[in-house]
């Protein structure tokens, strides 16, 4: 089993910055990916950013150049830095990790989510 944490949401107001974090912990050989995902009320939920063990990096078009996806592959944690935050940055942020477990098994993990709210 493996469980991941996130932590650094919270409301700011239009052109700060926050700082998400995301720990996975358990029985984990290796992780091929994380990302974060987020879901605001009425959308699916959609893409942020992901990065790859290697550190290939995609991002939603509509966080270029705002938001930075980072990894500590030792750490097996994965940080989101946003900047210049707007309102339409306001939902739900998931963290995802593709894991490969001491059983050598490949699943998907999701965290529990953190809010984000960007006021205007």
């Known amino acids: 089993q493996v469980q991941l944490v996130e932590s650094g949401g919270g409301l700011v107001q239009a052109g700060g910055s926050l700082r998400l974090s995301c720990a996975a912990s358990?029985?984990?050989?290796?992780?091929?990916?994380m990302g974060w995902y987020r879901q605001a009320p009425g959308k699916q939920r959609e893409l942020v950013a992901v990065i790859t063990s290697g550190g290939s990096t995609n991002y939603s078009d509509s966080v270029k150049g705002r938001l930075t996806i980072s990894r500590d592959n030792a750490k097996h944690t994965v940080y989101l830095q946003m900047n210049s935050l707007k309102p339409e940055d306001t939902a739900v942020y998931y963290c995802h990790a593709r894991v490969l477990d001491m059983s050598f098994d490949r699943r998907d993990y999701w965290g529990q989510g953190t809010q984000v709210t960007v006021s205007s």
């Open positions: 358990g029985s984990i050989s290796f992780i091929s990916a």
